[in-house]
């Protein structure tokens, strides 16, 4: 019988400062592409209707048409004070601050602290059958803090009227407070941190039964369930994100062939998540939306081959492949948003249904010393993209053709792409080598993720392209 026991602990102090900078110009594009979208229309406009688009528009026309939208009483009040019209008022308020810099920040605290205790026992019931039994305790205690204020002005070029205090990209203020909602200061006269608090904890259970049929083959059955503590989002205060829970169960085989030449293993799988922690850009209207976690539930099955196969004593060949299906079957909605951002039924973010890999290692032995020739090629299917941009609205609402942005689908799923790399390495008996190598050898242009991010509100999408093809030397000692 073989037996672990363990336990850890672990601690963290955390600071995070998160800065946005932009200009005043942006906070115009902003405005100009909500009225687009609450038009249906992309932030190209309609030119075919005679609605420009971002770029058309004269400036100011979305700073001016923000503040009639938001502040309407603020400027009806002026309006009667001054004899100027609200849109007068608008318009003189957006000349006056076109052109400023625009800096926000927001901190974050934690203090976390992990314990865990776990044991795992593995008893042979034969000499070819292995039951192993595993149980793992763990609690997550986090204190958070965040400390969010408004750090510019909208000003009025009025006299007697004093500037207006404004948030964009962090439109709310998050400090600490009393009963009667007032802010608490500290000895020095500062804003002090916002603070919540909780705790998680979980005890998870681990099952494996394998059979060792010959020298050559194994096969396994196995349970197991996994745990992650919620969490609090970083850049707004709200009730903290639910812990995260897996169930995962596996069918699968281990062996070798044609006399230990071939290495075949098989495996086959299934997964559910409860409160899977999903990170997604998200924001109520008006501000600029961050990206913050959400719990949703997801199911996946799929299977895996690997395989390395000696063909020679001097040429091995590998091949993997996996397959996976997934699906969103629950999506937690937040404030604002609506059905059409309802994942539900979709494939997970990000994961592709295929991918497989293979490669060939030819090796050449020379005078003290062995030269290898190394060649791979990997394909990875078409998957959704992180911000899942693909429902008849959202592509209505982009400011290109997907079908014509290579390394997308017409869909604006992120396109399948193969990978080509080659290697020559001279390997000494002296613990050195030195190697000429060649990443995405055929220049293959693909794309990582689906346009979006934030810039996407502003009418600027961005995404990551993969590298080019690259070449270059590498040496490497030993000691």
Do not use: C
């Not at 688009?53 to 603020?74: A, K, Q, R, V």
């Not at 949703?296 to 590998?318: C, H, K, R, Y």
């Amino acid at each position: 019988m073989r037996w672990t026991l363990g336990a850890t602990y672990l601690n963290e102090d955390i600071y995070q400062h998160t800065v946005a900078e932009f200009m005043t110009e942006s906070i115009d594009s902003f405005a100009i592409n909500e009225s687009l979208k609450a038009l249906g229309l992309p932030p190209t406009g309609a030119p075919g209707m005679g609605i420009p688009g971002i770029i058309d528009m004269p400036l100011g026309t979305g700073l001016s048409g923000y503040l009639l939208g938001f502040i309407p009483n603020e400027l009806a009040y002026l309006s009667s004070l001054t004899g100027f019209s609200s849109v007068e008022l608008a318009n003189m308020i957006t000349l006056d601050n076109l052109g400023k810099p625009w800096n926000e920040f927001t901190d974050d605290f934690g203090d976390y602290t992990s314990y865990a205790a776990f044991a795992d026992m593995t008893y042979p019931v034969t000499d070819k059958l292995d039951v192993t039994v595993g149980v793992r305790w763990t609690r997550d205690e986090k204190d958070f803090g965040i400390l969010s204020y408004y750090q510019n002005e909208i000003t009025i070029p009025i006299p007697g009227v004093p500037a207006s205090d404004f948030g964009l990209a962090f439109g709310t203020e998050y400090v600490l407070r009393d009963e009667a909602g007032d802010p608490i200061l500290d000895s020095d006269g500062m804003y002090q941190p916002s603070t919540q608090s909780n705790t998680w904890s979980k005890v998870t259970p681990r099952f494996v039964v394998d059979y060792q049929w010959s020298d050559d083959v194994m096969t396994y059955l196995s349970y197991a369930e996994g745990f992650k503590a919620g969490g609090f989002n970083s850049l707004g205060k709200a009730a903290p994100f639910a812990q995260e829970d897996v169930v995962n169960k596996e069918i699968g085989m281990k062996s070798t062939w044609l006399n230990k030449t071939l290495r075949l293993n098989l495996s086959a799988f299934e997964y559910d998540y409860t409160n899977l922690q999903f990170l997604r850009l998200t924001g109520s209207n008006g501000n600029v939306p961050v990206y913050n976690v959400r719990n949703v539930d997801a199911s996946g099955q799929g299977f895996e081959l690997e395989s390395t196969w000696a063909m020679t004593p001097n040429l091995n060949i590998t091949f993997n492949y996996a397959y996976l299906d997934t699906e969103y079957t629950r999506y937690a909605l937040f404030e604002g948003e609506t059905e059409a951002d309802d994942l539900t039924g979709q494939p997970m973010s990000s994961v592709p249904k295929n991918r497989y890999f293979i490669s060939g290692d030819y090796f050449v032995p020379l005078d003290g010393a062995e030269l290898l020739f190394h060649v791979d090629y990997t394909w990875v299917d078409e998957r959704s993209g992180s911000d899942a941009r693909e429902s008849a609205g959202a592509l209505a609402l982009l400011p290109y053709n997907p079908a014509d942005i290579h390394g997308l689908t017409a869909d604006n799923r992120v396109d399948a792409y193969d990978l080509v790399n080659a290697r020559i390495v001279y390997i000494s008996e002296d613990d050195w080598e030195v190697a000429l190598y060649a990443r995405n050898l055929l220049d293959e242009e693909y794309l990582l993720d689906a346009p979006g991010g934030q810039g996407t509100n502003t009418g600027s999408p961005n995404t990551t392209r993969g590298m080019p093809r690259s070449w270059g030397v590498q040496f490497t000692q030993r000691f």
